[in-house]
């Protein structure tokens, strides 16, 4: 009957004998198809790294005929030319330099028509107006 079942069971016999703490049955080759296993990942990784560099290479080509026929920059040029003309205007001043500031926003010294006071009467009511003005 043991023959049967195992017959029958094929090569789930091994497994069960796994499973109830059975010996493993070890490959005599399993260490080097492992290591062939990796090496060939590294070869794909590789492979994919340098078709990744060549698009990024051809892309680039693009993009600088476009920046040559339109008479674009970088934007790392762009930002290098900026910093140096913040750099040249700042020269033999001692602060940081000024940023623009919209008129009538503050730092501004505006001759004032009207006093404190007089802002304050328009918010208050009639007769209270006429009281603060005797």
């Given at each position: 009957m043991d023959f049967v079942m195992k017959q029958a069971l094929g090569g789930a016999t091994k497994d069960m004998g796994k499973m109830l703490g059975g010996e493993e049955e070890k490959d005599p080759d399993a260490q080097k198809k492992e290591e062939e296993r990796q090496e060939a990942l590294r070869q794909q990784e590789d492979e994919r790294k340098a078709k990744h560099a060549r698009m990024e290479a051809e892309r680039e080509k693009v993009r600088q005929t476009i920046r040559d026929k339109y008479g674009l920059k970088k934007?790392?040029?762009?930002?290098?030319?900026?910093?140096?003309?913040?750099?040249?205007?700042?020269?033999?001043?001692?602060?940081?330099?000024?940023?623009?500031?919209?008129?009538?926003?503050?730092d501004e010294d505006e001759e004032e028509d009207e006093s404190i006071l007089d802002t304050v009467l328009k918010f208050l009511p009639g007769p209270l107006q006429d009281m603060f003005k005797k």
């Amino acid at each position: 009957m043991d023959f049967v079942m195992k017959q029958a069971l094929g090569g789930a016999t091994k497994d069960m004998g796994k499973m109830l703490g059975g010996e493993e049955e070890k490959d005599p080759d399993a260490q080097k198809k492992e290591e062939e296993r990796q090496e060939a990942l590294r070869q794909q990784e590789d492979e994919r790294k340098a078709k990744h560099a060549r698009m990024e290479a051809e892309r680039e080509k693009v993009r600088q005929t476009i920046r040559d026929k339109y008479g674009l920059k970088k934007k790392e040029e762009r930002e290098a030319e900026e910093k140096a003309a913040m750099e040249q205007a700042c020269e033999g001043s001692l602060t940081r330099p000024k940023k623009a500031i919209p008129a009538g926003c503050g730092d501004e010294d505006e001759e004032e028509d009207e006093s404190i006071l007089d802002t304050v009467l328009k918010f208050l009511p009639g007769p209270l107006q006429d009281m603060f003005k005797k």
